[in-house]
């Protein structure tokens, strides 16, 4: 059974910093891309950042240069490390996975794209 844990989120002030982790079991985690997704209130989940089987890594154009999505595969976690938080960063954040391999990462932060979901972690980031 495939699973995806988040952990990490939390409140922090404007300017600050958190790294969220994304465990995942039941599957050959170097294989497949994972990816980060956030949702506010009212709003569409959004892709954040995904990092594929290449390592290669993808970012959403308004968190470039203060996210940094990385990979850890003898634990099989990836990471995304938040800095410089902006109140509109607050949101539930989501890692997810595709039950197959992708030949190209071109739609990436296409939730579509993707089969298996954690539960979440919420962050909050306060003006």
């Known amino acids: 059974e495939v699973q995806l844990v988040e952990s990490g989120g939390g409140l922090v002030q404007a300017g600050g910093s958190l790294r969220l982790s994304c465990t995942a079991s039941?599957?050959?985690?170097?294989?497949?891309?994972i990816g980060w997704f956030r949702q506010a209130p009212g709003e569409d989940r959004e892709g954040v950042s995904s990092?594929?089987?290449?390592?290669?890594?993808y970012y959403l154009e308004s968190v470039k240069g203060r996210f940094t999505i990385s990979k850890d595969s003898a634990k099989n976690t990836v990471y995304l490390q938040m800095h410089s938080l902006k109140p509109e960063d607050t949101a539930f954040y989501y890692c997810?996975?595709?039950?197959?391999?992708?030949?190209?990462?071109?739609?990436?932060?296409?939730?579509?794209?993707?089969?298996?979901w954690g539960q979440g972690t919420q962050v909050t980031v306060s003006s």
């Open positions: 990092i594929d089987s290449n390592g290669d890594t």
């Open positions: 997810a996975a595709p039950d197959r391999y992708w030949q190209t990462a071109i739609l990436w932060f296409d939730k579509d794209e993707y089969d298996y």
């Open positions: 039941g599957f050959t985690f170097d294989n497949y891309a």
